[in-house]
Each structure stands twice: as structure tokens, then as C-alpha cells.
């Protein structure tokens, strides 16, 4: 367990180490677009779409100009281990320039990087298996902004522009999940099968969703437990292994106060665990250690105390 709690903490740093790299340096990549990513059902037709692929290496996109209006990011992970990808930009009354500029500023690997507290995240899918493809839909203003991923490969830059083929409807959700400091609401109803969720940050500081399924009957108090346990690396009796933390196709990438993102859920029967691993910068403290942790039930299998 401490093995994938940590890795999935590290996202954070992934993801700083992707802004320092490249995001004071525009125009990087942003001539090597790639044909659209392979195929798939997609849950948004109707939308404007940016394909982009991962490798171990690099990010590539179909292209570099989006319409603005809700677009879906439909990603493709050719890596050899899990990734996502969500759109950056800079914050409010903040310029590119300014917030490459903050992104310049070395951190540590293991904190989460302060730039992003003040940046625009607007979402993505949660964590794609190697060879899998995921999908969100985002809401895109004009301007400036870059792909990003949990990875440390460098982000392309994009620009969002309006267009005959911006589309401002919302979709269908089939959940409704609000985000705060720190807590989620909305898991209550989960559905089984293929589903899209409405998720939105109600909260001042910016969040994610890691989902993993977890035996049938554990309890709040095991997870609790667990995460308590997770910076020793000494287990304690009673508490969960990492064998018990299975994959889950549902999650979000990082998304900032007041914006909203639909993202994809293909969950079968169980019980399953949200968590959220950004960093509080008041505490120092990831947002799970501060409660933000909801265990919920799909289908038939009892619903646990969250």
C-alpha cells in the first residue's frame, strides 16, 4: 500500500517538474502535432475533440488550436506505465509569461508545486492504464494554454480560440460529485457501467480524484488507517495491503476552485475508495490526512460508513 499511495502523491511533483521544464520555453513540440489518437466510443459526441497521445517521452496532440466551449480531451497512454493529461493555463489577473515564470522555480519532487495553487486547472481524466485511452470534458476560454500530464514528459502548448464549432452545452451527467476543502459529496448514488460525472471544486484550493477498488466490507476506519501508516512503511494490524487497492477506470486529474469537468466511470459491482493527494499549503499535509477520503459502494454489495 505505501508503494501506491506514495507513487500516486508524487503526481504532484510529476507534475512540477513537467511545468519547470518546459513551460518557459513556448513553442516547444508545438510543430510536432500527430495523427488523431486511435478510435474509440467516445461518451461527449458532438464535441469539439484533442486528441492527445503519451508515450514515455513525450506529448503530442492533433493540434495546436481548439475551439473555445467545452472540448473533450480524449488521451491515449502508448507509455509503458499509467498517465493522464489535463489542460493549464495561467490564473486570474495572471499573464502565460507570469505563470511560466512561476513554474521556473525548482521545488522538491515530493511537495506540490506552489504555481499550481494560483494556475487554471481544468481537469482530465483520471490515471489510463498503458495501452488504454480515457477521456473528460473541459470548459476552454481563449487564450493560451498547455497539456500536462502526471508523467515528466514536457507539456504542448495549445491555443483556445472561438470558433463556429465551440459548443457551450453542458452534458448529461449521470453523477453529480463536488470537490471542497476537504471533503467529497455526491458519491451517495454511484452507478454501475459506463457513466459520466460531473465533478466541481467548490473548495479554495485546487483537487483530484484517485479511485481504487477495494475489498467488499472494508471500513472507513481501515482506510483511515491505512493512510495513517503510509509514511512509515510499518503496517498495522487490521489495515490493508497494496494487493487490496485495485485499478478503478474513474478519477480526475487536478482541477482549480470554481470550475467544473466531466470525466468518464466505467465501474463494475464493489466498494471503492476516493481519495484526494494534493498538498495543503497551511499544513503541509496531503488533503487525504485532512479527512478528504470518501469509501462508496456500486451495485449490490452493502453501502459502508464514509
Not at 54 to 62: K, R, Y
Not at 88 to 103: N, S, V
Not at 149 to 177: H, K, Y
Request: proline content about 9%.
Amino acid at each position: 500500500m505505501q508503494e501506491k499511495i506514495t507513487r500516486r502523491a508524487a503526481i504532484a511533483g510529476a507534475l512540477a517538474g513537467t511545468a519547470v521544464i518546459v513551460l518557459h520555453k513556448p513553442g516547444v513540440l508545438a510543430q510536432q502535432a500527430t495523427p488523431s489518437a486511435e478510435a474509440m466510443p467516445s461518451m461527449f459526441p458532438g464535441y469539439p475533440v484533442l486528441d492527445i497521445t503519451l508515450t514515455d517521452d513525450a506529448i503530442s496532440v492533433g493540434s495546436t488550436t481548439i475551439p473555445t466551449g467545452n472540448v473533450v480531451l480524449h488521451v491515449i497512454n502508448n507509455g509503458s506505465t499509467g498517465n493522464s493529461a489535463g489542460l493549464i493555463g495561467p490564473g486570474e489577473g495572471q499573464t502565460m509569461d507570469e505563470l511560466k515564470a512561476a513554474a521556473a522555480t525548482p521545488v522538491p519532487d515530493d511537495e506540490f508545486p506552489p504555481f499550481l495553487y494560483g494556475a487554471t486547472l481544468l481537469g482530465g481524466p483520471g490515471e489510463i492504464e498503458p495501452g488504454k485511452t480515457g477521456e473528460a470534458l473541459v470548459t476552454v476560454t481563449a487564450g493560451e494554454w498547455a497539456v500536462m500530464v502526471e508523467g515528466n514528459q514536457p507539456p504542448v502548448f495549445v491555443t483556445a480560440a472561438d470558433s463556429p464549432d465551440s459548443n457551450t452545452t453542458d452534458p448529461t451527467a449521470q453523477l453529480e460529485v463536488t470537490v471542497g476543502d476537504f471533503y467529497f459529496k455526491g458519491f451517495d448514488n454511484v452507478p454501475a457501467g459506463p457513466a459520466i460525472w460531473k465533478v466541481t471544486n467548490e473548495g479554495k484550493q485546487p483537487h483530484m480524484i484517485a479511485v481504487s477498488q477495494v475489498p467488499d466490507g472494508t471500513t472507513f476506519d481501515q482506510i483511515m488507517a491505512t493512510v495513517q501508516y503510509m509514511g512509515t512503511g510499518t503496517p498495522v494490524p487490521g489495515t490493508l495491503e497494496e494487493g487490496d487497492f485495485g485499478p478503478a477506470n474513474a478519477g480526475l486529474l487536478l482541477l482549480t476552485t470554481g470550475k467544473s469537468c466531466w470525466v468518464t466511470a466505467d465501474l463494475e459491482d464493489g466498494t471503492y475508495v476516493a481519495l484526494c493527494f494534493v498538498t495543503d499549503p497551511a499544513t503541509h499535509q496531503p488533503h487525504i490526512m485532512e479527512g478528504m477520503v470518501n469509501l462508496f459502494t456500486v451495485g449490490s454489495v452493502a453501502t459502508p460508513t464514509s
